[in-house]
């Protein structure tokens, strides 16, 4: 079995396993307590925080643990939709391309009188600082623009566009869920206000994340009730998890680098293979793009049966999101770059992990090229453009 959907979740590593059960063993007590059982967990707590904070260059009380990703972009929208409404100012910038986590609350915003520009992003899969900056008016509260996308990998000029953002006065908001523990990130020279981060895409717990927010920025609560968190997310602290997502963090930095270039010479094999196959197309930059991920368009063919053969195969794959698998509509991150609906059906992301081999790579391109020519076998689409009825995109 090849486990090819890391974009998805990961598997935990084992030091994060590790440390979770031994947390769970030992270090049981509820943090906010005065004895020492919970001034323990308070110290694992606090221990969690300065590691997280360390790796993007932050410092622990900018760190607000919570859920996940889709959380802490909730909390740092809501939050700077707020502070902007309060001076007057209700417009926000983003993508047409962003997590469902982030065009949902921005669709909640809309309701409740916000205006929202969606950028464009370009047939590359990136977005260009300078469209970032001339959508930004007098009005404008927050930018938000994710930094790595989930579906086709592509990675946003971050340190451009907060450039802009800081010169503009306007509260930066980067949900890098994709590329915290994958690429190098520093808030501080990079002029992120607010962060976004989940612990189960670098090989932590699924249900822990964290939300960076600059000193100074003020949040508002998502979730009322005790004083956990510095009074901003209350509810007792799962330290087990916490602690684990921290160290899974810390060695997903330690050995970045290498990960990096390993996964990179991987990807270019897979993307190589895959190129091969006839009308078929990469979506999103071949080098401004995560080192895990693959994602390609294969005209004629229609991507939800592709995953059903391909894991026949042994092999777990993803049409893109996994939000949408289970709604007919194309994705919308394949639509934002302009492919039209017929082509963004028949799409398949490949997200590789680091105990991927050379191996892995050529029996992945060898079923795929499998299963799409048996799928274009019976495709009526295919036979069309074979008999000259439609005109080849791709
Ligand atoms: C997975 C993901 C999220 C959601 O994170 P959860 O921890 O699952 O809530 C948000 N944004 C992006 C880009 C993601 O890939």
């Not at 919570?66 to 909730?74: F, R």
């Not at 391309?97 to 909640?108: D, G, N, S």
């Not at 390993?262 to 197309?281: C, Q």
Request: hydrophobic share 40%.
């Amino acid at each position: 079995m090849i486990y090819a959907d890391n974009a998805a979740t990961t598997k935990m590593s084992q030091a994060a396993i590790d440390k979770m059960v031994s947390l769970m063993n030992d270090t049981y007590g509820n943090p906010s307590s005065l004895y020492r059982f919970g001034q323990k967990a308070k110290e694992a707590l606090e221990e969690a925080r300065e590691t997280v904070a360390s790796v993007i260059g932050a410092e622990p009380r900018e760190i607000l643990f919570t859920s996940g990703g889709s959380e802490a972009d909730n909390q740092a929208i809501r939050s700077a939709a707020l502070l902007g409404k309060e001076k007057g100012k209700t417009h926000i910038v983003s993508t047409k391309f962003e997590h469902h986590a982030v065009l949902h609350t921005l669709a909640k915003l809309e309701k409740e009188g916000f205006t929202v520009t969606y950028l464009d992003v370009h047939e590359d899969g990136l977005v260009r600082p300078e469209e970032v900056e001339a959508a930004i008016t007098e009005e404008t509260a927050l930018v938000t623009i994710m930094y790595a996308n989930n579906e086709i990998g592509t990675i946003q000029p971050i340190s451009e566009i907060g450039r802009i953002c800081r010169e503009k006065k306007v509260l930066f908001h980067t949900d890098a869920v994709q590329a915290i523990g994958h690429l190098p990130i520093n808030v501080v020279e990079q002029n992120i206000d607010m962060l976004s981060a989940s612990g189960h895409k670098f090989h932590g717990p699924k249900g822990t994340g964290f939300l960076y927010a600059r000193k100074g920025i003020k949040l508002s609560n998502l979730i009322e009730g005790g004083a956990q968190e510095r009074g901003k997310r209350a509810g007792t602290e799962n330290v087990p998890a916490i602690a684990s997502m921290a160290v899974a963090l810390k060695e997903a930095a330690d050995k970045m680098e290498q990960t990096s270039a390993y996964l990179t010479e991987k990807r270019n094999k897979l993307i190589d293979g895959l190129s091969k196959i006839e009308h078929s197309a990469l979506n999103g930059d071949a080098e401004k793009r995560l080192p895990s991920n693959v994602n390609f368009c294969f005209e004629g063919i229609e991507g939800e049966s592709l995953l059903l053969l391909l894991d026949e195969k042994g092999i777990a794959a993803s049409s893109g999101s996994a939000c949408t698998s289970g709604s007919l509509d194309p994705s919308h991150v394949l639509l934002a770059i302009g492919r039209v609906h017929d082509v963004a059906h028949g799409s398949l992301r490949l997200s590789i992990g680091e105990d991927v081999t050379d191996e892995d790579i050529d029996y992945m391109v060898k079923s795929v090229g499998e299963v799409v020519a048996y799928l274009r076998g019976f495709s009526p689409i295919w036979r069309d453009l074979q008999a000259g009825k439609k005109q080849f995109i791709l």
